[in-house]
Each structure stands twice: as C-alpha cells, then as structure tokens.
Nanobody, 116 residues
Framework: QVQVVESGGGLVQAGGSLRLSCAAS????????MNWYRQAPGKQRELVAS????????YADSFLKGRFTISRDSAKNTVYLQMNGLKPEDTAFYYC?????????WGQGTQVTVSS
C-alpha cells in the first residue's frame, strides 16, 4: 500500500512563489514514477512534471519554460514542485500521484490560488 499526501498550497500574489510537497508512505520501493498534475476550474487535469525513481525529470510541453521545477528528497520520501513567477492562470488544484506498475495512487490535492 502506498499513500501520497500533498501540502504547501495557498494564496499568493502574481509573481510570487510556492513550493508544493508530496509525501509518500507505505511500500515506496514499489514506486516507479511520481507526477504532479493540476486541474483548473472548468478544465481537464493536466500533467505538469514527472520524476522517476532514478531521479530523471520530465516536464509537459507547457511547463518547459522553467518556472516550475520538480525535485525529490529520497531521505524524506518527498517530491517537491517549486513554482516561481506564478500567474493567475496557474490557479488550480494541484495533485500528486505515484505510479506503481499498472497501479496509480492519487493524493487529495492542494489548492493554489494566484491573485492578480
């Protein structure tokens, strides 16, 4: 069993920064990849970034401009999403998931609101 819990969301002014955390627990050795997704009001959930168990990172095309950075702290079993230069259009619910082969475990999400 694996569980993931997100934290770090909140209200921030445009241009500000937030760091989201995704803490994994349970059978973490089974995790192949951890991903950050987001879902804005009225829109589909979209992939933001991924990090593999080997530390390789990948970003969705829309997030290649460098404002968002995914990283991990293996000792803490935690994956982070550093978000800089936030814009109002970044307002969304941000979700973390863990991929274990064919099984995917989602967290409950954390709200990020960027005011203009």
């Amino acid at each position: 069993q694996v569980q993931v819990v997100e934290s770090g969301g909140g209200l921030v002014q445009a241009g500000g920064s937030l760091r989201l955390s995704c803490a994994a627990s349970g059978s973490i050795f089974s995790i192949n990849v951890m991903n950050w997704y987001r879902q804005a009001p009225g829109k589909q959930r979209e992939l933001v970034a991924s990090i593999t168990s080997g530390g390789h990172t990948n970003y969705a095309d829309s997030f290649l401009k460098g404002r968002f950075t995914i990283s991990r702290d293996s000792a803490k079993n935690t994956v982070y999403l550093q978000m800089n230069g936030l814009k109002p259009e970044d307002t969304a619910f941000y979700y973390c998931n863990a991929v274990l082969g064919l099984h995917i475990v989602w967290g409950q999400g954390t709200q990020v609101t960027v005011s203009s």
